[in-house]
T-cell receptor, first 112, second 115 residues
Framework: AQSVTQPDIHITVSEGASLELRCNYSYGATPYLFWYVQSPGQGLQLLLKYFSGDTLVQGIKGFEAEFKRSQSSFNLRKPSVHWSDAAEYFC??????????FGQGTTLQVKP | DGGITQSPKYLFRKEGQNVTLSCEQNLNHDAMYWYRQDPGQGLRLIYYSQIVNDFQKGDIAEGYSVSREKKESFPLTVTSAQKNPTAFYLCASSIKGPRGTGELFFGEGSRLTVL
């Protein structure tokens, strides 16, 4: 079965430090990949997406992600984290039936 | 502005009562979805609809019902048969369902609490 794995349930970084959130997917063909962010009590907002082409994609709020087919990964990065980035982050992949498969999410805490 | 509107934002229900959560979209999307979110469990798919007057069960459909009489509306009823209904419910839509990219657009969510 197709799956998306986010190995880190909870990550804490200091404000101004760099950030990398990991995501691994299982799917043979070129996947459609997404990162969403969710603030407490809110819906999910799309940060960025990868369908094809350049494997480094830029998103909103200064985030970027790199698609690595050899590692089946789509890790999210930000060079310098701001306190407002504290939220839950979800990686997702399109299944072969068109639905999105979500990872379990990574909660980001930012220390002042 | 186009988007997805969920109502109510907060809802309290007594045990044994049915409750209906509203979801309306003006994005002209074909497909609509309902997810349930519990702490530490990510998003779980309840029901989805790829076209008007048709819908399919997701992973946790027991105790829930839906209808899709209009393209822009996809209400979810949490019935008394749902044993643990207290949760955060998210509605989403996508442009083309199975022929699309899978990209979802989400509403702001509805928090249901059973007293």
């Amino acid at each position: 079965a197709q799956s998306v794995t986010q190995p880190d349930i909870h990550i804490t970084v200091s404000e101004g430090a760099s950030l990398e959130l990991r995501c691994n997917y299982s799917y043979g063909a070129t996947p459609y990949l997404f990162w969403y962010v969710q603030s407490p009590g809110q819906g999910l907002q799309l940060l960025l997406k990868y369908f094809s082409g350049d494997t480094l994609v830029q998103g909103i709020k200064g985030f970027e992600a790199e698609f690595k087919r050899s590692q089946s990964s789509f890790n999210l990065r930000k060079p310098s984290v701001h306190w407002s980035d504290a939220a839950e982050y979800f990686c997702a992949s399109r299944s072969n039936t068109g639905k999105l498969i979500f990872g379990q999410g990574t909660t980001l805490q930012v220390k002042p | 502005d186009g988007g997805i509107t969920q109502s109510p934002k907060y809802l309290f229900r007594k045990e044994g009562q049915n409750v209906t959560l509203s979801c309306e979209q003006n994005l002209n999307h074909d497909a609509m979805y309902w997810y349930r979110q519990d702490p530490g469990q990510g998003l779980r798919l309840i029901y989805y609809s790829q076209i008007v007057n048709d819908f399919q069960k997701g992973d946790i459909a027991e105790g829930y019902s839906v209808s899709r009489e209009k393209k822009e509306s996809f209400p979810l009823t949490v019935t008394s048969a749902q044993k643990n209904p207290t949760a955060f419910y998210l509605c989403a839509s996508s442009i083309k369902g199975p022929r699309g990219t899978g990209e979802l657009f989400f509403g702001e969510g509805s928090r249901l609490t059973v007293l």
